[in-house]
């Protein structure tokens, strides 16, 4: 069964749209962490968020937001005023530390910014 | 800072080919992981390494895969008898702990074409 969900495969806005890409997770831990990460055309995978599964407040970085409900086992990301740059795969991960050391993505969200 | 980089970025092997894939991690980052990303999809977790030990290798697909990291630096992630269906991305990701739960770090990955 896959950990990670991302049901979004493709998402398209135009620039300055506000966007939000989801992520469920499934876990039977109760100390767990959540990632995301963005991944340009250059294929390189970069760090946005650390969250773990004690700290429910919701974050916000910039023009980043994200949103976790573990009532709902959903952390899911907005993007305001999106931007061409935005455009990109973006990968949400579980770590379970009780299981083992390795990151479970999901299949990753394409989000293309339409200038 | 340096990340983590990875060689070569581009590797085509015939068929029944060897090949050794390489990654520096970020300097003193304790944990090495491998993972393989085929197109359109999530990383998938391979191997991981705590300095010199390499403590899970679940995600090995076959004994045709192998990895090392002789020194607790560099590693190495080798393929013998290359098969059409190895073909994709090979990303490393260092983190500084042993925790499993700390933030991956990941290089640019090598993509690997098997004719």
């Known amino acids: 069964a896959q950990k990670v969900t991302q049901a979004q495969t493709e998402i398209s806005v135009v620039e300055k749209e506000d966007v939000t890409l989801d992520c469920v997770y499934e876990t039977r831990d109760t100390t767990y962490y959540l990632f995301w990460y963005k991944q340009p055309p250059s294929g390189e995978l970069v760090f946005l968020i650390r969250r773990n599964s004690f700290d429910e407040q919701n974050e916000i970085s910039g023009r980043y937001s994200w949103n976790f409900q573990k009532s709902t086992s959903s952390f899911n990301f907005t993007i305001t005023a999106s931007q061409v740059v935005d455009s990109a795969v973006y990968f949400c991960a579980l770590s379970e530390p009780y299981t083992g050391n390795q990151f479970y993505f999901g299949t990753g969200t394409s989000l293309t910014v339409i200038p | 800072g340096a990340g983590v980089s990875q060689s070569p970025r581009y590797k085509v092997a015939k068929r029944g080919q060897d090949v050794a894939l390489r990654c520096d991690p970020i300097?003193?980052?304790?944990?090495l992981f491998w993972y393989q990303q085929a197109l359109g999809q999530g990383p998938e977790f391979l191997t991981y390494f705590q300095n010199e030990a390499q403590l899970d290798k679940s995600g090995l697909p076959s004994d045709r895969f192998f990895a090392e990291r002789p020194e607790g630096s560099v590693s190495t992630l080798k393929i013998q008898r290359t098969q059409q269906e190895d073909s994709a991305v090979y990303l490393c990701?260092?983190?500084?702990?042993?925790?499993?739960?700390?933030?991956?770090?990941f290089g640019p990955g090598t993509r690997l074409t098997v004719l």
């Open positions: 990701a260092s983190s500084l702990g042993q925790g499993a739960g700390d933030t991956q770090y």
């Open positions: 300097s003193g980052h304790v944990s």
